[in-house]
């Protein structure tokens, strides 16, 4: 006789957007015999053909791409409810996912780059995409590292525990950062689609040449992000 499972809650808050996609998403994922980590993996596969997608610079392969991010980005979700739910959470399947989604969004700007800088015959482009890449890279040591320097402190809260009693913004500029992290990171596969379907995906490429760079500074002095740390 199977275990009765227990299924996951509907989301209580607006953001994270794609929340609203995983959590039935996960209801149909636990009638298979999946596990979180094959899911994992299914997402990386996901995301790294729909970030190649971009290096055509096409309007409607732009858009196929961004459908397949926001399916990657779905299913990075499901991974982890699934494995709270069946309790099969493990250091790692935390290491592999984090792996993944500083994979997926590397590809990604190095694609966009490539893509819009083929379709403009300007290759600054490129370089924006390089330097988006090369921030998003970097912001995920930073994060892997104060992680590490935190682990086993008194009173650091962990990642199940964020999960389960996040720490809601209490003024305008937690609010502003607040929202910034969660479309730029959980959401941005969202962010992605929209513009691709408006054609004018490029604009994330000096968005994020500056903005992933800013994004590890404040990791690194970990400044006004303790409600996310």
């Known amino acids: 006789m199977h275990k009765q499972l227990n299924l996951p809650e509907s989301p209580k808050s607006l953001f994270p957007l794609v929340r609203h996609l995983s959590w039935r998403l996960t209801t149909l994922l636990l009638r298979w015999p999946v596990t979180p980590n094959q899911i994992t993996v299914l997402s990386l596969l996901l995301g790294l053909v729909g970030a ?11 858009i196929t791409g961004g459908l397949l991010l926001v399916a990657s980005y779905t299913l990075d979700n499901c991974d982890g409810e699934i494995a709270r739910i069946k309790g099969l959470s493990s250091e790692f399947g ?11 969004d590397t590809c990604f700007f190095v694609a966009l780059g490539y893509g819009t800088a083929q379709a403009t015959d300007h290759q600054i482009w490129f370089w924006l995409g390089l330097a988006a890449a090369g921030g998003a890279f970097i912001d995920y040591w930073v994060e892997q590292i104060k992680e590490a320097r935190l682990k086993g402190k008194e009173g650091v809260t962990s990642r199940e525990e964020y999960a389960n009693n996040p720490k809601q913004p209490e003024n305008i500029l937690d609010w502003i950062i607040y929202i910034f992290h969660e479309l730029s990171r959980a959401d941005f596969c969202l962010i992605v689609l929209v513009l691709a379907i408006f054609n004018i995906t490029w604009i994330l490429l000096p968005l994020a040449a500056v903005g992933a760079q800013a994004f590890w500074i404040i990791d690194l002095f970990d400044r006004a992000r303790g409600y996310h740390t």
């Not at 935390?94 to 997926?104: F, G």
């Open 52 to 62: 190649a997608l971009f290096l055509f610079g096409n309007w409607y392969i732009d």
């Open 94 to 104: 935390a290491r592999l996912d984090d792996i993944v989604d500083s994979t997926v």
